[in-house]
């Protein structure tokens, strides 16, 4: 049997394969934030196309955190029981959920959130040049108790799991970059490493608490910022070290924080720029003692098995390929060996397209 196909554990929980499915933004909830019938039928659709454990988007964990319209919510209890209809329809067919919980810090909008967004420091957002308000002390404390009520919404809601966002240029991204956490307080320390690192342990302990030692805590994790002055590979890999110890139960890997959105190319077909974030991969798993979920271009059976024979992670994740094939997992079983999504990005052009591939290729 291909290794895709054995079951393996992240923390408490065993995942029937390796396959997971990325936290994609699906666009499809009401303006608050709360769940509808077609994203309850989405989840339902992936589960049963015997996805290990499928990630949800991004869901915000407070009104000012919010970075999209139509983005999925967390913020408030009153949201738990649509929240429960996503697990339900998850389990119904033996599949696991884990909520991506986040804060957009600066990226996001006034005309989003109602007010000018906040940041670690007051430094613009690339692509929109909008200039943040810089978080008072007071303020990133109750973020960070946020993190925490978020993720005991997301336990109470049925969920198996939770991952923290550390990545593509979001406020825990922030505030661990030099490029973009100039604070001399506790939270940045003049830009030294253990500063920056300040805010995600305190998020991770809040979690921790919420959710209790046996629920499993994850972590996406920018591996590179690729901008000047921003995080690099050895710095990831100090974060991911302390998060190892802290007790974080898996690590998926990805990169590019703002303008700089290398996690998502559109030169990757089968046999062709698969699997961009597998050198760092396989560096961070050399280095700490928890699961590895590689991300990045992942489009063949043959690279991904390669992937986990050679032990450069432990899961391969994908978005786009199951945006356009929800039922990948259940053709590569049958025999297929590359999916068929030819990396053009047109799922992620409106709000419809995130739920559906519009592409002719």
Same mark, same amino acid.
């Given at each position: ?132 308000? @810089?978080? =008072? /002390?007071?303020?990133?404390? +109750? ?12 336990? $109470? &809601? ?93 690590? @998926?890997? =990805? /990169?590019?924080?703002?303008? +700089? ?12 720029? $698969? &699997? ?86």
């Amino acid at each position: 049997m291909s290794i895709l196909f054995t079951p393996a554990n992240i923390g408490t929980i065993r995942i029937k394969n390796r396959f997971v499915r990325s936290a994609t933004n699906d666009r499809a909830t009401t303006e608050e934030g709360r769940v509808t019938d077609e994203l309850v039928d989405y989840y339902g659709t992936l589960a049963r196309g015997e996805i290990g454990l499928i990630i949800t988007g991004h869901s915000y964990i407070h009104p000012l955190g919010k970075g999209s319209a139509r983005q999925l919510g967390v913020y408030d209890d009153s949201l738990i029981a649509g929240l429960r209809r996503l697990t339900d329809s998850v389990h119904e067919t033996d599949g696991k959920i884990a909520m991506q919980i986040t804060h957009a810090g600066r990226q996001t909008q006034a005309a989003i959130i109602g007010e000018t967004p906040v940041a670690p420091s007051a430094i613009p957002y690339g692509l929109q040049k909008v200039m943040p308000r @810089e978080l =008072s /002390g007071a303020e990133i404390e +109750a973020i960070i108790e946020d993190f925490g009520k978020a993720a005991g919404r997301a336990r $109470e &809601a049925g969920f198996d799991a939770v991952q923290l966002h550390g990545a593509h240029g979001y406020l825990i991204n922030q505030f661990l970059s030099p490029f973009s956490n100039k604070r001399t307080d506790k939270w940045g320390r003049g830009g030294s490493s253990s500063g920056r690192f300040t805010f995600l342990e305190a998020v991770y302990k809040s979690v921790r608490e919420r959710v209790g030692p046996d629920f499993p805590v994850t972590i996406k994790l920018a591996m590179r910022d690729f901008v000047e002055g921003g995080l690099q590979v050895d710095d990831c890999i100090d974060i991911a070290s302390l998060l190892a110890r802290l007790g974080i139960d898996a690590i @998926e890997t =990805s /990169g590019g924080f703002s303008g +700089a959105m290398e996690n998502i190319r559109r030169d990757v077909l089968p046999g062709k720029g $698969e &699997a961009y974030f597998r050198k760092e991969a396989s560096r961070l798993k050399k280095k700490v003692d928890v699961p590895v979920i590689l991300v990045g271009g992942l489009r063949s059976k043959e690279v991904m098995e390669a992937i986990l024979n050679a032990g450069d992670a432990d899961f391969v994740s994908m978005s786009r390929p199951f945006i356009r094939e929800p039922d990948l997992v259940i053709k590569f079983k049958g025999g297929e060996e590359a999916t068929s999504c030819v990396s053009c990005s047109k799922c992620s052009v409106s709000r419809e397209v995130e739920l559906k591939c519009l592409s002719r290729g």
